[in-house]
DNA sequence: TTTAGTGCAAAAGTTTTGCATGGTC
DNA sequence: GACCATGCAAAACTTTTGCACTAAA
């Protein structure tokens, strides 16, 4: 029987027009209970060593389709090297922490009318934006 | 003689205590010549087909040391390929069309009070943020 | 003269692709 | 049966590293 989060996955699948392979659900479940940046190694590794049949083509393969849905966020701190992370519901942002990368979500997004304004001063129309905030966490500081 | 966007790259380079080879200023000096993002390769490929001699290991470890004193900005965009960035004096943000990637420079950054009180609520010190609007620009729309 | 930087080629990674196989509608 | 997804292995790329050589303080 499937867990809620399988099954919420896979509620999230469909309504992107994705079939809800048994492979791709396993993927966004693991990322939808993760709040931190994986990347597609660490993911299918960690998938694996869980005892999860799956291929590493098809992590990236469906990493790939769930950022093109934008159903998850890729972002690269570093060289060679992409990690991915559920948006979850609805539009925030990130604190990260730059000692030990804990990330925590920032609830509101307070950002909407001042960019509206200051896009159309410059004819732009907005289609998105990010905000990543890095800092020190209290356990590290 | 040199130029002076030559001469400005060199005392860029001083200023951040990295020495200022012919190799590092050609590099910057393009960069700073350059509003949107550029790759490592495509700007060792701009530069050879100027007839600058340089090799491709010297473009990234140049574009690794200034990332890294904060003379540039990298940012990713997609799996594999970093792009860099002359930040330009102070601090500010970019507006990126998704079409045809022109970039506008936002001159002031409002974020800075609301970041540091949202911060503290979470225990965190904030030591930058970066953000990056995406939208289709005049042209383009 | 001592140190730091460069170029080239090799190495190390990550990500993508081709193709045969297996699953789904 | 037609189509889509997967797994494996090979290929394609980007980025890093080792080492001999060169340039600079």
Not at 13 to 19: A, H, I, K
């Amino acid at each position: 029987m499937p867990s809620s989060g399988q099954t919420q996955a896979a509620g999230v699948l469909e309504g992107v027009g994705v079939r809800p392979t048994s492979q791709r659900v396993v993927v966004l479940t693991e990322l939808m209970g993760e709040r931190n940046d994986v990347t597609a190694q660490q993911l299918h590794e960690r998938l694996r060593s869980r005892g999860e049949q799956l291929g590493l083509a098809t992590v990236y393969r469906t990493l790939g389709l769930l950022a093109e849905a934008g159903v998850i966020d890729s972002l690269s701190h570093r060289p060679g090297e992409l990690c991915y992370r559920w948006c979850g519901e609805g539009h925030h942002h990130h604190l990260v922490c730059s000692s030990c990368h804990q990330v925590v979500e920032l609830a509101e997004c307070e950002l909407g009318s001042w960019l509206e304004r200051i896009s159309e001063a410059h004819g732009f129309v907005t289609t998105g934006h990010r905000l990543e905030v890095s800092g020190l966490c209290g356990d590290c500081r």
